[in-house]
């Protein structure tokens, strides 16, 4: 008796295949299985991996720019309107979240199907592509309230994706049938494809601990190298302790006449290092269009590990780029618009102990960001402007401070 699903020999009575776990029914269908030729197996599995890959390289590569959409309209969020922040942000990220749930079925098709899981992961790619279509059906009605001149556009993506879906979804079908001589989801119950998804859930699973494992090793072999450079650096810092007190003191002027007073000292295993003090708009923006946006990601991120430094002592932390995205993206952006805001009142509260004096403070930027952009939409130039200025300003005290 062979299974009318892959072929293989199953023992008289038994009701599922030993091999692939197919149900062995009086429904199952009625055309035996003629086992693929010899050798041909291997060859025709290369191609349903290759082109699972591919599947997986697209979904991958339009996630990342859904991702890089969204992440763009967190620094515009003041600005966009209920409407716009919806579909830049929230759509957006969506799009990318269905977009990698399909990424990740197409590489579990690529890498790790077997007979036992080929059906669930058939089965989940329906269901994570059906979410993503879903959400292009409303992003395509967001987007047409906002702009109905554009329908053409936004209907013709729409069908753009379910081209796309049926591509992919008819592909893996049609090799798995006509080049694998299997019968993909044919004669099953939904007790049978429960059990499938299940089983393609446990081979994630697996994966997950697999790259989980190793990314746990590769951790703690990094946590290895920052404690050793840690070391190393403390080494350096006892070293040049006696050559950074002599730059620790500043004068202040007093009644009774000069005063010097001690800054605080740096952090146990934290040595100064030079802080950028020459940041520029115009190549903030110029860098920002040659990255497509990009830039601006690390910009922030030196900007805060600098602030981080100069007002290190004062009770407060600017939030890091990571930070940053994670709790912009799960209040729709407005957590930048305080971002921004916390930034500019830490500059000026800082200004005087180096002996500086700011105009400006989280207010003024906050003002900018939103009354300046209705002035041609300059304010948020001249927001980013103050922001840089003062850093510049901040940072290059703290070098002529600390001699370097």
Known sequence: MKCWK???DVAPGAVFCASCGARQ????????????????DAGNGIVLTIFAAICMAVCGGLALRSLFAALGGLFHIGWAGIFGTIRIVGLNGLTAVMLVLMAIVCALTAFKRTSRNSDGLLVCLAISSAGYLAVQLLSMIVSIVIYPGGIGTYFGGFVLAILGVAAALGGIYAIERFLLGEFPIIGKSMEDLQADVREAMNSFRETAGEVGAQASQAAQNAKAEREARAAQQQAQYAAQQAQYNQYNQYQQPGPGGPQYQQTPPPPPGYAPFRLKADRSLIAYILLNFLTCGIYSWYFIYALARDVNAACAGDGRSTAGLLKLILL??????FYSLYWYYALGNRLAANA???GLAFQENGTTVLLWQFIGALLC?????VAMHIIIKNTNSLCGAYNYQHGI
């Open 377 to 381: 939409g300059i304010g948020p130039f």
């Open 352 to 354: 005087p102990r180096y």
């Open 6 to 8: 892959c072929g293989a």
């Open 328 to 333: 912009s993206f799960i209040t729709c952006g």
């Open 25 to 40: 029914e009086q429904d199952a269908p009625n055309s035996p299985v003629t086992p693929p030729p010899a050798g041909g």
